[in-house]
């Protein structure tokens, strides 16, 4: 069943765990899915010996990337049309993640509504990795 | 070589092809990466013959995640802190994506400053699939 407005009032929040340990397989996968094969992200040995990071860590849009998912899971497809936000923490391998999104406004126009979320995604700490906002066209 | 802040201008234009002739195959790498599994990208019986569409098609966080490469690529590693935009139109296998990213403010702040960029990524017929802001921190 697809998200319909009137399932929807401001301050309703849906939160998905987006990812349950986070491997260093699945960043080497963004790696290979992105094109950016930045060795801090896929190489320990650089990023532990050279680069002096406790060990090697996700790409930001890979954090990105799996929080655009829980929306547009919620959402619906091609109902999301702008999404941003600030990578505020690391995400490092063993991580899992919890994205949410909250409905800060709904503009009702005709056959059709436009929803704007605040999104966040936090770690196992409830450190907030990533933090912005997104907006959906809603039937 | 890291950029700097005298290396930058307001008005200063960065365009990269991200991705010359996207492949079916790098969208289905998307989904692995990702975990978004919608088979409007990946399965071309359901996209074309169930949903009405003229072929797969990429999830809108790969369009994203090949402009974010550009960005960190530009600014360098750990210095974007904000990115965000509309997806403004399909991308399809076949398409060859630009991604630009044009000086909009620089802030100084003691050592560092903050960089603002307009952000814009279009495909072979200079059609915007992307539009949108980023923000860095440049030493």
Redesign the interface.
């Known amino acids: 069943m697809a998200l319909r407005t009137e399932d929807l009032h401001v301050g309703q929040s849906h939160e998905v765990v987006?990812?349950d340990n986070l491997t260093r397989t699945?960043i080497v996968?963004?790696a290979?899915?992105?094109?950016?094969y930045?060795p801090?992200h896929t190489d320990e040995i650089f990023a532990t010996q050279v680069a002096g990071y406790p060990s090697v860590f996700a790409?930001?849009?890979?954090t990105?990337?799996?929080t655009?998912?829980m929306l547009?899971?919620y959402v619906g497809?091609g109902r999301?049309?702008?999404?941003?936000?600030?990578?505020?923490n690391q995400v490092w391998p063993g991580d899992t993640l919890t994205a949410s999104a909250t409905v800060t406004s709904i503009e009702q126009r005709d056959e059709s509504s436009t929803v704007f979320f605040e999104v966040a995604t936090r770690n196992q700490d409830n450190v907030i990795v990533f933090s912005?906002?997104a907006s959906a066209r809603i039937d």
């Open positions: 987006v990812v699945q996968q963004y290979g899915a992105s094109g950016d930045n801090l790409h930001g849009m890979l990105m990337g799996m655009g998912r547009t899971d497809d999301l049309f702008g999404f941003g936000g600030r990578f505020t912005g906002t």
